[in-house]
């Protein structure tokens, strides 16, 4: 028995664990996590399988139709992936965002004496939260002294 064809957005924004948006689903690309949004996903008449992909996140737009088809249940067109150059995997999208995210937060600093602590006293009502466990918890990006 054979699963029944996916035939309107919704039900492809449910396969691929994106969304609906302006007539097109925005979900995870190949190798992208959950809640990333940079594979675009149209339903084309002309297009020979039906949909057209478009990675924001620079990825092969083959790997973007094999992922795609792959979650729809779709049969991949064999004479296109023979033809296709080999290309290596350059990063892993969620390494780097992890890293980043590491440097960003080491390159800040303890948010007592800066604007940061000002803000929550006087802007949040929030003055002498900042104990030394939340500090190392809550960081500021810049120095900057309360002037």
Not at 18 to 25: A, D, K, L, T
Not at 112 to 139: F, K, N, Q
């Amino acid at each position: 028995m054979t699963a029944p064809p996916i035939v309107n957005l919704r039900q492809i924004a449910h396969a691929l664990g994106g969304e609906v948006s302006n007539g097109q689903v925005l979900c995870p690309g190949p190798g992208h996590s959950r809640r990333d949004r940079s594979l675009a996903v149209r339903m084309s008449p002309t297009a020979p399988d039906g949909f057209v992909a478009k990675s924001f996140a620079g990825d092969d737009w083959r790997d973007c139709k094999d992922y795609v088809r792959g979650r729809l249940g779709l049969a991949r067109d064999p004479v296109e992936r023979a033809a296709r150059p080999t290309s290596p995997v350059l990063h892993d999208p969620d390494t780097r965002t992890r890293d980043k995210a590491r440097t960003l937060f080491f390159e800040a600093t303890d948010p007592r004496g800066t604007l940061g602590e000002h803000y929550l006293a006087i802007e949040r009502g929030l003055s002498g939260v900042l104990d030394d466990a939340l500090a190392l918890t809550l960081r500021f990006p810049f120095g900057l002294p309360v002037s």
